[in-house]
């Protein structure tokens, strides 16, 4: 089980959540997990069942584009952060 | 007991000192030159090179001005005397080869030797930026520096507004301003560079205002337009050292990313939105850029802005302060710049996150083999054309 920080422009999908559980071996798996229970998220982080290239996902700290992608493996208890980019100055 | 010259005689046989010849050569071999008399003294000439460190201050600040023990430490007063005690002083602290010079600066000044004015602040700087001085890291050099300093502000609104007015008050010579947009009642809810006597005046006038009457001191450029392809070159020309982004649209954040990859630019990058902020420095050459980070912008509906999604009054009051430090710290040359880093604030729940930026190769604008190498239409590229 993993902590998932859900940012402010994805929260209108998960019902206003902050910080979500979700289970997975891999990225990929979290994300299918997270997804299922909030399919509005699917549109928002893939773009052809790839990482949307507005999105950036990080595990403890470290962005998964440069480590292994959606197959980067996630230990029981890692931090997870999506990060959107946001323009607001 | 013993009398000074005893004790000064003493000394003398105990540490190491050097003529004219002895000194600048050691420092021409890279040893550390160091002015140790009062602050009246250096103001009337040095040696060319030299760092001042007061006698007085010298155990507290030697650490500062000569971090490695192991490199040779030239010291200097007026006649060789003080320095001889500071040299043996140096030595008790660790240091390897502290010399002396002999004769001090009165006899290298009298032999014709290279001497230069050190520019100075002047009594009334000196008590505006006192708190400054204080600094070990900043001092009179650094403020000197500071008021040499040129940072563009691309944007006068949340995050612009904070990050001027303490750039302003930090004594940051010029300050460029771009912003097209008149100040409106919406914003005065953070944008505190502005108030409620300057509403449905162009922000570039009102910011203008304010900084000059918090601090004479700054030249302000402002630019009444909104930073595009067309007008970026003309706005660079008059040279930057930092750009401090608080635009709030992606076609925007883009042309300063690619204006700034080109110009060589360092650029402080904050944005907001309700009670999340992100900053981080986009140094060229030394780290990530924007587009390495997020090489596409999210499609419009899924980006709001602070004018559709709201923002908490006083976030870009944390950000673009953490801006300005950031500004500071790479204009003085100071500290470890949040290159690599972005910081990520919830207000809400008081945490600060840190994540780790790396370098894209293949980053079309910074990458090995770079894709686009001159402006494109950022606005059309931001719409969603592509996705």
């Known amino acids: 089980m993993s ?21 997975g071996r891999t990225v990929r798996e ?60 | 007991m013993s009398s000074y010259r005893e004790l000064l005689e003493a000394v003398k046989t105990e540490i190491e000192e050097a003529d004219a010849d ?10 550390v030159l160091v002015d140790v008399r009062e602050r009246d003294e250096w103001a009337q000439g040095r040696i060319p090179g030299a760092v001042h460190v007061p006698r007085g201050n010298l155990e507290s600040r030697i650490e500062q001005a000569a971090p490695d023990r192991s490199r040779p430490v030239v010291l200097y007063c007026a006649a060789g005397n003080r320095s001889a005690f500071a040299a043996k002083t140096l030595s008790e602290l660790g240091y390897e080869r502290p010399v002396s010079l002999a004769g001090g600066y009165t006899d290298w000044q009298r032999n014709g ?25 900043v001092g009179e050099e650094g403020q000197l520096r500071l008021l040499d300093s040129r940072i563009l502000l691309i944007g006068a609104g949340g995050l612009g507004s904070p990050a001027s007015l303490y750039l302003a008050a930090a004594g940051v010579g010029k300050l460029g301003i771009v912003d097209a947009d008149v100040v409106d009642e919406t914003n ?48 660079l020309e008059p040279g930057w050292d930092v750009i401090v982004d608080g635009a709030d649209n992606f076609p925007t954040r883009y042309l ?18 309700r009670f999340e902020g992100q900053v981080t420095v986009f140094k060229p050459g030394a780290g990530p850029c924007y587009r390495c980070l997020f090489p596409q912008p999210p499609p419009p509906d899924m980006a ?79 719409s969603g054309v592509g996705h």
């Open chain 1, 30 to 89: 979290l994300l299918d997990d997270l997804m299922g229970r909030f399919p509005a998220l699917r549109g928002q982080l893939l773009e052809n069942e790839e990482l949307a290239p507005f999105v950036n996902v990080y595990v403890e700290g470290e962005d998964v584009r440069t480590r292994d992608g959606l197959d980067t493996p996630v230990d029981d208890g890692s931090q997870i952060i999506l990060l959107p980019a946001m323009a607001g100055g």
């Open chain 1, 3 to 23: 902590r998932v920080r859900i940012p402010p422009t994805l929260r209108s999908e998960t019902a206003g959540e902050r910080e979500v559980e979700a289970n």
């Open chain 2, 113 to 137: 030797r290279p001497t230069e004015l050190p520019r100075t602040l002047g009594p009334a700087r000196q008590t505006r930026y006192s708190r400054h001085l204080l600094i070990p890291e």
């Open chain 2, 22 to 31: 002895g000194a600048q050569s050691l420092v021409d071999e890279g040893a």
């Open chain 2, 188 to 235: 005065l809810q953070r944008q505190i560079a502005h108030s409620t006597d300057s509403l449905g005046e162009p922000k570039t006038d009102s910011a203008r205002r304010r900084i000059e009457s918090l601090n004479p001191d700054v030249e302000v450029v402002p630019f009444r337009e909104r930073l595009t392809s067309e007008n970026v070159e003309r706005i």
């Open chain 2, 256 to 273: 300063v990313n690619d204006a700034s990859i080109w110009h060589d630019i360092p650029v402080v990058h904050g944005s907001i939105f």
């Open chain 2, 304 to 382: 709001p802005s602070c004018a559709e999604g709201g923002v908490l009054g006083v976030l870009p009051g944390v950000i673009g302060s953490i801006q300005a430090t950031e500004a500071l710290k790479l204009a003085l040359g100071i500290g470890e710049p949040l290159i690599g880093r972005l910081l990520l604030y919830d207000a809400l729940s008081g945490e600060f996150d840190e994540m780790k930026l790396r370098r894209d190769p293949a980053c079309p604008v910074c990458g090995e083999s770079p894709s686009i190498t001159s402006y494109i239409d950022y606005v059309e590229f931001c």
